[in-house]
């Protein structure tokens, strides 16, 4: 179960708080700006300074890759088994640095002895590798990571729609979104870099290709040319206005190297697409799988009072407990339906925000002396009809505001209600 | 043009041009062509249904795609909707996210696309495809979204003036455990809703509605999913001014009976996707 915080939220108000404004209309669409959740703070980028496990001394990857191995093997005979394969080395690395500090890595470690070497000595050594389980766990971790990173980014890029860019081939200012750029250079210039859905860090890689170009050289077999003309030449007759498949500084900008990482591309695209196969159920809809396996944070509910956010339940309780104020009681009391409950929150939602009070109408300066004055005064209670009841609260003074979506008809309720009990009276007299 | 594809026909273009226009062009990096359907416009003329309702279809013997609901009859080949409707269709990415499966050879991650499609003008259709490429998974889910296309059916909430702009009553839809309700909702309101069901909503053509959404909202899939399960039903539900007597007119196969009989042979084999 997730634990759900009450957090607090920073209303996105107008700069000048005016308690004055008895004006009805509209101050712009108001926002609630919510803290941000905890996102990736490491980046899996090109060049990271990993650090070794035992001494201080630092080495930048991916370059200083075999110097590193070498140092950990003289140095601490130590062995990581399988670099290749872990999505971020420097914090693998850190990781178990610190791990570490509290065990020896005797116990984690298995020992092994090296061939015999040239003057008939064996080393022996501690290998570290994915037969220790917490090993393994920390491998799937960081590369379900970097994955979520890579798709994350992939995301941004495909919905940004203002993209703007110079054309590499031409003298079109492009401004869109990057798919219709790379489709450009598809139809138009016939540069080949696979399909728009497929690539990730797509400025990067189009500045790659543009250094390249500019500095003469070509695109798939990295010949130098003399001028621009025989360049565009050699890649048009030669058909090399593509990236070559083997050249793996390109590997990163391809969504399909993300996924199962030190596994070769090629080796996942030959493994067959039908094992998730499709599921027919039962309404002949056909579906791959199920849909529920797609989880993320419900939309927080700001109170309608001050600026605690939670889940729509906990805001009731909320409300009830720090406020007096239960939402849920005084709405079946007064028997309102989902349009008056609307009508309700956006009125006392526009009160609090102009620092009305929602019973009484009184100006308060702020919104610590409205509290104040409405726990004071008892006027934690729903206002009159005829303050709320009026056609211009239909229209939600928030946006975005997850109030109104958490809202039930107490009239169906009822309706429910006295239709299970029915239900539950014909059974009985029934079973009799 | 210096940029022109050489002469040869290499520079032919594989998959079929999408309603962006952007889902074509070759895949480089030589991994081969992939499963094209050749250019563009030649596309359509080679579509061969295999189905009966393909088949009347393709020769023009159904005017509307209205039809085909009318009548509830299942759509088995998404050409059947570009047909009618491909032009104004437009597809949304709602979700890419990485699975993972046991098989007997290890751990496999792959990517699932979770897509919707829709005309903002009465037609919406949801899709969701897993692939170990990106652009194959969000291809699947678009024609899985086209089969899925329901129509939708808008109303007013109160005055009939201008155009059907909301729902035309309280409808609901279920998928695991999220429950939607939409509420029709006076002109100029919006939609009010969380982020995924608006983007649904707006797809399908509605402009105001109030929500009220139950169970785990957090689930996106079936939330999506329950959403448009209550679009749905705006068609289902009987409301009092369709209790009008309507002559009842016969079902397409029956009306085109002879003409299948000459002109459709039922092709053995499951088509490949």
Known sequence: MRNVFFCECLCAMNSDWNPDRKD??????????????????????????????????TFVLPQDKTLFSTHLFRCHQFKIADTEKI??????????????????????????????????????????????????????DLQNKQLRWALRQQTIEREDKSFSRGCLMCRLQ???????????LSLLHNLQLGRPENLVFVDELLDLIELKIRSLQCLFCSKIFKNQIVLKEHMRKKQHK??????????????????EVGKDWRQIQNEPDDELSNVENSDGYVSDGDWSDWQEDEDPVVCLFCDISSTFDNILSHMN???????????????????????????????????????????????????????????FVMPQKQLWDHPEYFFPTYENDSFLCHLNDCHDDIAELHLTQQMKEKCQVGSC | MADAAPAGGRGAFRGGFGSRGGRGGQRGRGRGRGRGRGRGKEAEKEW?????????????????????????????????IDFFIGSSLKDEVLKIMPVQKQTRAGQRTRFKAFVAIGDSNGHIGLGVKCSKEVATAIRGAIILAKLSVVPVRRG????????????????????????????????????????????????AGIEDCYTSARGST????????????????????????????????????????????????????????
Not at chain 1, 47 to 57: N, P, R
Not at chain 1, 110 to 131: A, Y
Request: aromatic residues 12%; charged residues 25%; glycine residues 6%.
């Open chain 1, 87 to 140: 999505a971020s080395v420097s914090m693998y690395c850190e990781y178990w640095r610190s791990r570490f500090q509290t065990e020896p890595p005797e116990k984690i470690c298995s020992r092994m002895i090296s061939d015999t070497r040239d003057d008939g000595s064996r080393v022996s050594f501690l290998l570290l590798g994915d037969f220790v389980p917490e090993d393994k766990k920390l491998r799937e």
């Open chain 1, 242 to 259: 593509k990236i070559n498949p083997k050249d793996t500084e390109f590997d990163k900008f391809y969504m399909i190297n993300y996924l």
């Open chain 1, 321 to 379: 407990d720090a406020h007096g104020f239960d939402f849920t009681r005084i709405c079946v009391e007064t028997v309102m339906d989902f349009y008056q409950q609307v009508k309700v929150v956006n009125y006392v939602r526009r009160q609090v925000y102009t620092g009305h009070c929602p019973c009484c109408n009184e100006t308060l300066p702020n919104r610590e002396k409205l509290l104040e004055h409405m726990n004071v005064k008892n006027h």
């Open chain 1, 24 to 57: 009805m209309d509209a101050f712009g669409p108001l926002t609630f700006s919510h803290s941000s959740k905890n996102a990736f703070h490491r980046i899996f980028k090109d060049e990271k300074i990993a650090s070794c496990l035992f001494c201080t001394k």
């Open chain 2, 48 to 80: 061969i249904p295999i189905t009966k309702l393909g088949r009347l279809v393709r020769d023009g013997k159904i005017r509307t795609l209205e039809e085909i609901y009318l009548f509830s009859l299942p759509i088995k080949e998404f050409e059947i």
């Open chain 2, 156 to 203: 007013y909430w109160g005055n009939k003036i201008g155009k059907p702009h909301t729902v035309p009553c309280k409808v609901t839809g279920k998928c695991g455990s999220v429950q939607v309700r939409l509420i029709p909702a006076p002109r100029g309101t919006g939609i009010v809703s969380a982020p995924v069901p608006k983007k649904l909503l707006q797809m």
């Open chain 2, 218 to 273: 957090g689930t996106l899939g079936n939330f999506a999913k329950a959403t448009y399960a209550a679009i749905a039903k705006t068609y289902a539900y009987l409301t009092p001014d369709l209790w009008k007597e309507m002559p009842l007119t016969k079902a397409p196969y029956q009306e085109f009976a002879d003409f299948l009989a000459k002109n459709h042979r039922p092709v053995g084999g499951q088509r490949e996707s």
């Open chain 1, 174 to 184: 492009f401004i869109g979104c990057r798919a219709d750029y790379l489709c450009h």
